[in-house]
């Protein structure tokens, strides 16, 4: 299996390719281990100004919902989830 690069996933822009690699997220696989709560969690921990917005851009990616529904359908499950990884920390 070769290595899949980010920007092959629908919905995550040259910004959300950024702030991942920033956050040393540079491979599909990678994200997919990490899961899109961890990510983004990642993210916000290298002080980029990351909205809820690439919390859900990367859980479409992931699962291949458009954003959109993702914020609508998920939003919830996605926000304890970061919560309860945040307790965590």
Do not use: F
């Amino acid at each position: 299996m070769s290595k899949q690069a980010i920007a092959e996933l629908p919905g995550l822009g040259p910004k959300s390719q950024a702030m991942l690699a920033g956050a040393g997220i540079t491979s599909v696989a990678q994200l997919r281990r990490l899961g899109s709560v961890r990510a983004y969690a990642m993210v916000k921990a290298t002080g980029t100004n990351a909205s809820l917005n690439l919390l859900w851009a990367i859980e479409g990616a992931l699962t291949g919902l458009a954003w959109q529904v993702v914020a609508r359908e998920h939003r919830l499950s996605l926000l304890l989830a970061l919560e309860d990884l945040d307790r965590d920390v």
